[in-house]
């Protein structure tokens, strides 16, 4: 079965680093773009970065120059690397997979979404 699973989730402190992964099985998928989104409680998912299958990348505002999205196609994973986190970033963190090669940042482009891992930034 296809699947995505995250992992790398915590709490930290404000101004603290985290590293993401999300790995895939079931089948590759370098051609195709990955994203990743969060969803904080009580608000709507919200787009954080996307990489394109030729590693070209793409970032929330809100997330530019902190967080960096990397792909390693020998080992099926999508990492997302965290920097300077700050308790806005509070969210459960979502990988996801495009049917596309080239990275979007609407959620409806991501046709297969991992299970979220938790991230708890404290001030």
């Known amino acids: 079965q296809v699947q995505l699973v995250e992992s790398g989730g915590g709490l930290v402190q404000a101004g603290g680093s985290l590293r993401l992964a999300c790995a895939a099985s079931?089948?590759?998928?370098?051609?195709?773009?990955m994203g990743w989104f969060r969803q904080a409680l009580g608000k709507e998912r919200e787009f954080v970065a996307a990489i394109s299958k030729g590693g070209s990348t793409i970032y929330a505002d809100s997330v530019k120059g902190r967080f960096t999205i990397s792909r390693d196609n020998a080992k099926n994973t999508v990492y997302l690397q965290m920097n300077n986190l700050k308790p806005e970033d509070t969210a459960v963190y979502y990988c996801?997979?495009?049917?596309?090669?080239?990275?979007?940042?609407?959620?409806?482009?991501?046709?297969?979404w991992g299970q979220g891992t938790q991230v708890t930034v404290s001030s």
């Open positions: 079931g089948r590759t998928f370098s051609r195709d773009a």
């Open positions: 996801a997979k495009s049917e596309s090669s080239i990275y979007y940042s609407d959620s409806i482009r991501y046709s297969l």
